[in-house]
């Protein structure tokens, strides 16, 4: 059967902050010319914002150029940030210290970064944007010279065994002259750009760090709209890279996030776990005492910075957003960052359109991201996150070096290494002995799944797929006990063993699956590919 085809002259993949600002300022340049310019974004998610966590504290910066009067237009900016807090934690005390100046937060707004792609979403359908939510991208369209020609979305009803099921329904071409990706972190279409077009050859290796996060209701005594607090240190050990958020929004709400780096060693490590066994610390287990836990979630997140950037253009496209890694590690802020380098992509794509719909040759975006303001923050930012390979607390010195001393201007750069290959084997490793979750602070991941409104058809064939299944058991079961099992914050991955305790095989209970990514990333062998589930599966996060 051949597939329907849709035409336009820009194809955005992914309505994330990225890719909507992208969209619209598509739709500016081309009101501004008085051209017509067709733009269609596709995203994943069952609607805009049901795929998008983050903690978030926005910094308004590219909004207000996008959108100046975006306070009059509505925008879901509600809570500006009053206080900032870095705690360092031991497991009993709290010690309050200075606050970063990258983490000061003056200016910045606390909110839900769902609910802001939602209303960006209905500003770029006013300016003429269609916006197609479940519609999953899962595959690239190419030519026969190898320029990418669009991108065409997955089939609909295929069962688990391959076999089309009489629900079936193909994929749709979405044709284009200009193809931008912005599926976020390790976006599943933009891994096999890299790969394909080897456009990390000249780059260091991408790191990440998977966040864990609730949203509460708290107590309203306990409740101080516009309070920031981050903190480090325990339950983390010191050669561990990675700390907490607490953002009091409106409502009596509370934003909760752990967030540990992927260059973690111990394989018995659960990020999960992690979070749990920290909201038991005596300043944060009285913040939550008596509230009620009302959504879950978890994402990857890219931490590699400047100097893991990638090539940024291929023939017919480019990546923007979080899918390239413009997340600011030090600021842990990366939104105004992609709906920048968006906007930059969205001018040089514009550019290269010309009025009769040719397009000219490729070039110029990473150019123009160098001279923006993206390039300057990221680029004094470098070194910060890598330092702390050598620990916290050497890691922690040389941040205050570089700046209060170097002010981010050192003259050196300091390397990036990948995450999957720092892994240790399980008889170099203690077991980490998690806390039993009580059920009114702390938590099972299947009971946290189930409020993320998570969901995927039963009957499709796995979007976990492995490339050689046997690495499952002779590798990771046999020398790291299948760290999968722990790394995992849904519970998707399971070590099963017969009656009588003897061979062990691996289940994988795709359902359970939210998206985060993370198995993609820290698999030691790098034997696991995630990819897109049919349109609309995955988690619905109401608010996140």
């Not at 707004?109 to 944007?129: K, T």
Request: glycine share 10%; charged share 20%.
């Amino acid at each position: 059967m051949q597939r329907e085809t849709m035409e336009y002259d820009v194809l955005i993949v992914g309505a994330g902050p990225s890719g909507l600002a992208a969209a619209i300022r598509l739709k500016q340049l081309a009101a501004a010319a008085g051209r017509e310019l067709a733009v269609c974004v596709i995203e994943k998610g069952s609607e805009v914002g049901a795929h998008i966590l983050s903690g978030a504290v926005f910094e308004p910066r590219a909004l207000d150029e996008l959108i100046p009067d975006w306070h009059a237009r509505g925008a879901p900016l509600k809570v500006p940030a009053t206080e900032d807090r870095f705690l360092l934690l031991t497991k009993t005390k709290a010690i309050r210290l200075p606050t970063p100046p990258q983490m000061k937060n003056h200016g910045n707004y606390i909110i839900s970064l769902g609910n802001l792609c939602r209303w960006l979403a209905g500003e770029a359908e006013a300016l003429g944007v269609e916006i197609y939510a479940g519609f999953a991208g899962a595959e690239i369209l190419y030519d026969d010279d190898g320029r990418i020609r669009g991108v065409a979305t997955g089939a609909m009803g295929i069962g688990k065994d391959g076999k089309r099921t009489e629900t079936y329904q193909d994929g749709v071409e979405l044709l284009a002259k200009e193809t931008l990706f912005a599926e976020g972190c390790r976006g599943s279409l933009t891994k096999t750009l890299i790969e394909r077009f080897d456009l990390a050859a000249k780059c260091d290796p991408q790191t990440y760090g998977i966040g864990v996060k609730e949203l509460w209701e708290v107590d309203p005594a306990k409740h101080h709209p516009g309070r920031v607090v981050h903190t480090i240190g325990w339950p983390l050990d010191s050669a561990t890279y990675g700390g907490s958020f607490l953002y009091h929004l409106e409502d009596n709400q509370v934003a909760l996030g752990f967030v540990v780096g992927l260059d973690y060693q111990n394989p018995y490590l659960s990020p999960f776990e992690e979070l749990q066994r920290f909201k038991t610390h005596p300043e944060i287990r009285r913040v939550f005492e008596g509230g009620r836990r009302v959504s879950y979630g978890a994402r990857a997140l890219n931490e590699g910075g400047f100097q893991s950037i990638p090539q940024l253009e291929i023939p017919g496209g480019c990546i923007i957003g979080c899918a390239a890694g413009f997340l600011n590690t030090p600021k842990i802020k990366g939104s105004h960052t992609a709906m920048k380098s968006g906007m930059v992509a969205a001018e040089t794509v514009f550019a290269r359109l010309d009025p009769a719909g040719a397009t000219q040759a490729a070039g110029g975006y990473r150019e123009a991201l160098a001279r923006s303001w993206v390039w300057d923050e990221l680029r004094l930012a470098r070194n910060i996150r890598p330092a702390f390979r050598w620990g916290l607390w050497a890691g922690l010195a040389y941040a205050a070096i570089d700046t209060y001393v170097f002010g981010g201007k050192a003259p050196w750069t300091l390397r990036n290494h990948a995450d999957h290959r720092q892994l240790k084997t399980k008889s170099e490793c203690a077991p980490i002995v998690y806390p039993k979750p009580d059920g009114k602070i702390t938590f099972d991941r299947l009971s946290s799944v189930f409020i993320s409104n998570t969901n995927h058809a039963e009957n499709q064939p796995p979007h976990l797929r492995l490339r050689d299944p046997s690495l499952a058991i002779s590798v990771n079961y046999a020398l790291y006990d299948s760290p999968e099992q722990r790394y995992c914050p849904a519970g998707v991955y399971e070590i099963l063993t017969d009656e009588a305790g003897g061979a062990a095989r691996l289940q994988i209970n795709a359902q359970n699956c939210v998206h985060c990514k993370t198995c993609d990333i820290k698999d030691p062998r790098q034997n696991i590919d995630w990819v897109v589930p049919e349109g609309g599966g995955g988690p619905n996060y109401p608010n996140m």
